[in-house]
């Protein structure tokens, strides 16, 4: 994997880091041909955007998602009447999601990968953006990749009646590609386990940072009806939020396995005694 291609698509990158936009297919007639391409494409480009979807069955959209893997029930997001399996990204209804994250990480095994159609945009405005995992651990110091592979983080999430937390490796490899590819996201990465926390705060902030750099980024510009599908193992995403009028996307998220890194190689930290330790904040999530 990726391979060669099993049949040719009309296939236009976004971008040099990750992306790609997919013409010509019906993924409400999906062959296995065509969904094994899609397959081969996703571990590529690591995002594809399959545009001309509109009047997408619900059915459809769950059964694609369904090819890849179990298909979730979303602990906390709304839902689409009669669609259990399809969440409501909504304007509307607080579904701006303008801080980079890779989705559910506070589970001990997050999605493989999120499918996201937009079936309302805006005039202007609501475009999403990715980032490139692997390229951005590949772009680290061969030291600072080193210190990464030995450790772990805490991926936690607060809400009125919901809570979850997840210990995951820091740098984490790709079950189908076998590569590496940094793990933490500004959403849900509360701290480093092996760190004291200052040491912790500074080097979050610095990959969370580094992580969003421009060119290890895609940025697509969404028509109503499109269908993103992004690899949740090794993308961030971002809504960027410059519009006023509705937007609405449904969302299918296909469940993952547990990420595989190495083992950690320091002990969790210890703090002195009435050492300040606890991250103050815990993570950007509470907002949301
Ligand atoms: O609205 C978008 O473009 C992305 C939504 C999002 O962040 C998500 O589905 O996790």
């Known amino acids: 994997m990726p391979g060669s291609p099993t049949v040719a698509l009309d296939v236009r990158p976004l971008s040099g880091a990750l992306g790609a936009e997919v013409r010509g297919v019906q993924l409400a007639e999906l062959t296995d041909e065509v969904f094994a391409e899609l397959h081969r494409l996703l571990l590529r480009y690591l995002v594809i955007v399959i545009t001309g979807q509109q009047g997408l069955p619900p059915e459809a959209h769950v059964a694609f998602g369904r090819r890849f893997g179990e298909v979730e029930l979303h602990p906390y997001l709304p839902r689409l009447d009669g669609h ?15 801080v980079w994250h890779t989705d559910m990480t506070f589970h001990a095994s997050p999605p493989l990968a999120s ?15 990715w980032t490139n995992q692997y390229l951005v651990y590949e772009s680290l110091s061969a030291p600072v990749r080193d210190m990464l592979d030995g450790l772990t983080a805490i991926h936690a999430i607060r809400k009125t009646g919901f809570e979850s937390r997840a210990e995951h490796p820091v740098v984490r490899v790709h079950p189908e590609t076998g590569r590496r590819s940094l793990y933490v996201n500004r959403l849900f990465t509360s701290h480093i386990v092996q760190l004291s926390r200052n040491e912790s705060d500074a080097l979050l902030q610095f990959l969370f940072e580094f992580s969003t750099s421009p060119a290890f980024t895609c940025r697509y510009r969404w028509r109503t009806g499109d269908v993103a599908m992004w690899d949740n193992r090794v993308t961030q995403h971002y809504a960027v939020n410059d519009y006023t009028e509705p937007r609405r996307g449904q969302r299918v998220t296909v469940l993952g396995d547990h990420p595989a890194g190495n083992p950690p190689r320091w002990d969790p930290y210890q703090p002195a005694p009435g050492e300040r330790y606890w991250p103050a904040q815990v993570n950007a999530m509470e907002q949301y």
Do not use: A, H
């Not at 259990?84 to 303008?98: C, F, L, T």
């Not at 499918?115 to 953006?129: A, K, N, S, W």
């Open 84 to 98: 259990q399996e399809i969440v409501i990204i909504d304007s509307e209804r607080g579904g701006k999601v303008d």
């Open 115 to 129: 499918i996201l159609q937009l079936v309302q945009c805006p005039g202007q405005g609501g475009d999403t953006m």
